[in-house]
């Protein structure tokens, strides 16, 4: 199948810890982005990213760091987690406008 | 800085009815403006884009400058177009990411 894709699904985790999500996408796209969704399903862009530049949110604190392997993915660091960080966290790619959107990883802090 | 208002949080209207979800937008350049559908725990899908001027699953929407809205319609409304709808802005160039705005969520009553 050609999609996006995010592991894991659920991530469950304590305070202070650091954890990563995945993101894969096979369809070629040459831009990827990282979204949060908070709990009242208010969806806001973390960074885009693509093999000439990184443009991050300024809202976003620097605990959060994208990492590309290569083309295809774009992981999501996050050192030191706080409850705040509870959410839903989107992978997207895109070649040109539209953009694809993987299924998504709910993160809860304890 | 770019701006996407959806006024109404939450829409209730009846199996048949037509459906109109509000879109405005703030932007000084010329925007590409999109709506996506979030169905229960899914992955947001790219639903419809000012571009294409396409209907799909029977939804329509046209940018108006003007205005600067991008309303999304439907003459009638089907149970199973129920979910979150996103009114999304892209500023064009680059690797920008989606400006989107809160939402709506959409309930089709039998």
């Known amino acids: 199948d050609t999609a996006v894709s995010q592991t894991p699904k659920y991530l469950v985790t304590q305070m202070g810890n650091d954890k990563s999500i995945k993101c894969e996408q096979n369809?070629?796209?040459?831009?990827m982005y990282w979204y949060k969704q908070d709990s009242k399903k208010f969806l806001k862009i973390m960074f885009s990213y693509n093999n000439k530049e990184l443009i991050i949110n300024e809202t976003v604190p620097n605990r959060f760091s994208p990492k590309s392997p290569d083309k295809a993915h774009l992981n999501l660091h996050i050192n030191s987690l706080e409850l705040g960080d509870s959410a839903v966290y989107f992978c997207?790619?895109?070649?040109?406008?539209?953009?694809?959107f993987g299924p998504g990883t709910r993160l809860t802090v304890t | 800085a770019q701006r996407v208002t959806q006024p109404e949080k939450l829409l209730s209207v009846f199996k048949g009815a037509p459906v109109e979800l509000k879109c405005n937008y703030s932007y000084s350049g010329s925007p590409e403006l999109f709506w996506y559908v979030q169905y229960s725990r899914q992955r947001l899908q790219l639903l419809l884009r000012?571009?294409s001027r396409e209907s799909i699953k029977g939804f329509t929407a046209d940018l108006n400058k003007g205005e600067t809205s991008f309303h999304l319609k439907k003459p009638f409304a089907q149970e199973e177009d129920s979910a979150m709808y996103y009114c999304a802005l892209r500023m064009g160039g680059g690797a920008d990411g989606l400006t989107f705005g809160k939402g709506t969520h959409l309930i089709i009553q039998p």
């Open positions: 997207a790619s895109s070649q040109g406008a539209a953009q694809y």
């Open positions: 369809l070629g796209h040459d831009t």
């Open positions: 000012h571009i």
